[in-house]
T-cell receptor
Framework: DSGVTQTPKHLITATGQRVTLRCSPR?????VYWYQQSLDQGLQFLIQ???????AKGNILERFSAQQFPDLHSELNLSSLELGDSALYFC?????????????FGEGSRLTVL | TQLLEQSPQFLSIQEGENLTVYCNSS?????LQWYRQEPGEGPVLLVT?????EVKKLKRLTFQFGDARKDSSLHITAAQPGDTGLYLC???????????FGSGTQLTVLP
C-alpha cells in the first residue's frame, strides 16, 4: 500500500461527458502528480501541483484540468471526453517539489469512454 | 520519439533464466530510476542511480548506470515468476524536471 488513494477505480462513460478523478496523497506529501497510461503512449506526465499551486505541466489537453485543494487532495477533471481518452490515470505524490526523489503511485483510475 | 527507449519491449522467459533489459537515451540524465508495475497497481520504485558507472544490487536484481549517464540496465539473475511485471525506467527532464518514463519492458517469467 503506497498510501496514495485514488477514486474511482473504474469508470465507464460516454463520449462528450465529463468526469472527475480524485486523489489523496500520502500523509505529509505536498506534491501531487497526474499521469496517463495507455497502451500506445506509455506513462505520460500530465501535471504537477505542489502545496496547492501548479508546478509543472506536461502533455495535458486543454479539455483536462486539475487542482489541488488546501487539504492537499487533488482532482483531475476530464471534459468533452473522446474515445482516445480511455486510459489508466495515475496519481502520485512526493514530499518535495522536485522529481529527484521517489514518487508514490496510487492504484489508478481506469477510464473507459464508449 | 521517446526520450527514454527501453528494450526489449516484451520478454518471456522460463523460471531460473537470467535476463537484461535496457534503458537508453541520447540525453544525459542527472539520475535514473527503475520502477516495477504489476497488473492493477501503480509503479513502485526499485532503485535510483545517480553516479555514472554506478552499480546497485537489490537481491537478484542488478542495476547499472552508464558512465556517460545516458543509459541504464537491469539484470535479473535466476528469474522467478514473482519478477513478472512491467519494468519502467524514468528520469527527470524538462524545465520543471518532471519525471519522464520510458515505454517499459513487459517481463513474463514462466514457472
Amino acid at each position: 500500500d503506497s498510501g496514495v488513494t485514488q477514486t474511482p477505480k473504474h469508470l465507464i462513460t460516454a463520449t462528450g461527458q465529463r468526469v472527475t478523478l480524485r486523489c489523496s496523497p500520502r500523509s505529509g506529501d505536498l506534491s501531487v502528480y497526474w499521469y496517463q497510461q495507455s497502451l500506445d503512449q506509455g506513462l505520460q506526465f500530465l501535471i504537477q501541483y505542489y502545496n496547492g499551486e501548479e508546478r509543472a505541466k506536461g502533455n495535458i489537453l486543454e479539455r483536462f484540468s486539475a487542482q489541488q485543494f488546501p487539504d492537499l487532495h487533488s482532482e483531475l477533471n476530464l471534459s468533452s471526453l473522446e474515445l482516445g481518452d480511455s486510459a489508466l490515470y495515475f496519481c502520485a505524490s512526493s514530499v518535495g517539489s522536485t522529481n529527484t526523489g521517489e514518487l508514490f503511485f496510487g492504484e489508478g483510475s481506469r477510464l473507459t469512454v464508449l | 520519439t521517446q526520450l527514454l527507449e527501453q528494450s526489449p519491449q516484451f520478454l518471456s522467459i522460463q523460471e531460473g533464466e537470467n535476463l537484461t533489459v535496457y534503458c537508453n537515451s541520447s540525453s544525459v540524465f542527472s539520475s535514473l530510476q527503475w520502477y516495477r508495475q504489476e497488473p492493477g497497481e501503480g509503479p513502485v520504485l526499485l532503485v535510483t542511480v545517480v553516479t555514472g558507472g554506478e552499480v546497485k544490487k537489490l537481491k537478484r536484481l542488478t542495476f547499472q548506470f552508464g558512465d556517460a549517464r545516458k543509459d541504464s540496465s537491469l539484470h535479473i539473475t535466476a528469474a522467478q515468476p514473482g519478477d513478472t511485471g512491467l519494468y519502467l525506467c524514468a528520469g527527470p527532464s524538462g524545465s520543471a524536471r518532471q519525471l519522464t518514463f520510458g515505454s517499459g519492458t513487459q517481463l513474463t517469467v514462466l514457472p
